[in-house]
């Protein structure tokens, strides 16, 4: 983790939990995460970034082994999450020729908030 974002990301998040096939883990974005800042003035709402990132840290570590993202499809941002909501990243992961693909979905207790696909490398 290079950037101050990407440590805050994982300063927020509880240790990933297994649960059969699907992988599990919360984040609490507060008030002063850096996340945040400009999005938006007075009104703050955690960027689809945030969200993108926080399900790539899960399927990355679900992996368990030496992978990266190297693609999104079918992103779906349903509803605002506003600071100190708890979220929940649920990932399911398919082993796919040289590649994972993960099936992620976020919610906030226990309506989603967004849903998408993540290609990684193996």
């Known amino acids: 983790m290079n950037t101050r974002l990407e440590r805050e990301l994982v ?17 609490i974005f507060g ?3 850096v996340g945040f ?3 938006f003035p007075n009104r703050p709402v955690l960027p689809a970034l945030v969200q993108l990132m926080a399900g790539s840290h899960c399927a990355v570590e679900a992996c368990g082994e030496d992978t990266a993202p190297i693609g999104v499809t079918r992103a779906k941002f349903l ?8 979220i929940t990243v649920r990932v399911r992961l398919t082993s796919k020729e040289s590649a ?3 099936f992620v979905t976020i919610d ?5 908030v967004s849903t998408f696909q993540l290609s990684l490398t193996r």
Request: proline share 13%; with cysteine.
């Open 37 to 39: 800042d400009g999005h």
């Open 100 to 102: 994972w693909l993960a």
């Open 79 to 86: 509803r605002p999450v506003q600071p100190g909501q708890p």
């Open 11 to 27: 300063a927020c998040a509880s240790p990933l939990e297994a649960h059969g096939q699907e992988w599990m883990r919360q984040y």
């Open 31 to 33: 008030p002063d995460f």
């Open 108 to 112: 906030v207790l226990g309506e989603a």
